[in-house]
């Protein structure tokens, strides 16, 4: 099974949530965590994997045969991106807000185009004790994020539970992160900000057909209005963590919130056995 653990907006505790369900579940079920926030990737400060393989994650981009080109500026036109522009007799090329789509090269009347690989990142594999552990992380100044995810997403095993921690935001990648999953993990904060958001990414499994649920993190007396939204649209509130300072002192020191807590690992045990439930019903 496939759970994505995500969040309308930064800074709500998805990480915290996501490596927290692994260790929880980690000793008992096959397991493999995905970091899928590559333009950030922070599971490893808690899970402290051991890396042992790393693969570059390359697009295919144009390169211009001069002594071929005759600067119909055809490859200009077709590219929705930009990524190439004809000034005068000189092609250039901005490999950076290439997509990859490879039209310029499909529709070059003088086939003076052929695509090579540009590196935009790298995907890291390893374990952290009993659970298998894939990180993507986006090189600096490269904006496409999703092929870096998509490449983190073909190591998922079909014989293990997958744990996805996905972007925050609603964004093009947190699509590509949570696309394919069983279920969504939504995480929440009790505020004016966090509920706006939230409605956001609900939005978002929606459209994509992905059955979720809510964790409100921070969880206080003013919780109401998330609350009184979840009810209203029928999306189950699975677990709450109250606001404590104890907690924010363990994340700020990078320990996880259940090895600093154990007493949280049976929350955290029911709550994946509430999801399984929840999928199989079809819920």
């Known amino acids: 099974m496939k759970v994505a653990v995500a969040s309308g907006k930064g800074g709500t505790g998805k990480t915290t949530v996501a490596v927290s369900l692994a260790l929880a579940l980690g000793g008992s079920v096959p397991i493999q965590f995905l970091d899928c926030d590559v333009e950030e990737p922070n599971g490893h400060l808690f899970l402290k994997p051991v890396y042992t393989r790393e ?45 990859g789509c490879g039209a310029c090269s499909r529709f070059c009347p003088e086939g003076a185009i052929r695509e090579v690989p540009f590196r935009i990142g790298v995907v890291a594999s390893g374990r952290a004790g009993s659970i ?85 993190n921070r969880s206080t007396s003013t919780d109401g209005d998330v609350e009184k939204y979840c009810y209203q649209e029928g999306i189950p509130v699975v677990l709450k963590i109250p606001f404590d300072q104890r907690y924010a002192a363990c994340y700020a020191q990078g320990h996880p919130l259940v090895l600093k807590f154990p007493e949280w690992i049976p929350a955290f045990k029911e709550l994946w056995q509430r999801i399984v439930g929840m999928v199989k019903k079809g819920v």
């Open 55 to 99: 693969e570059e994650v390359t697009l295919l981009v144009p390169e211009i045969d001069e002594n071929k080109c005759n600067y119909c500026g055809t490859c200009a036109k077709i590219c929705n991106f930009n990524a190439i522009a004809v000034a005068g007799r000189k092609v250039l090329v901005f490999p950076e807000l290439c997509h």
């Open 132 to 216: 298998e552990m894939v990180e993507g992380r986006l090189d600096i100044g490269k904006p496409l994020a999703p092929p870096v995810i998509k490449a983190v997403k073909k190591h998922a095993q079909p014989d293990k539970d997958v744990i996805i921690d996905a972007p925050p935001g609603t964004s093009c990648p947190v699509v590509a992160a949570i696309n394919g999953s069983d279920f969504c993990l939504l995480v929440t904060e009790p505020t004016p900000f966090g509920l706006y958001d939230l409605k956001l990414a609900v939005e978002v499994t929606r459209e994509l057909g992905i059955p979720c649920g809510v964790i409100i």
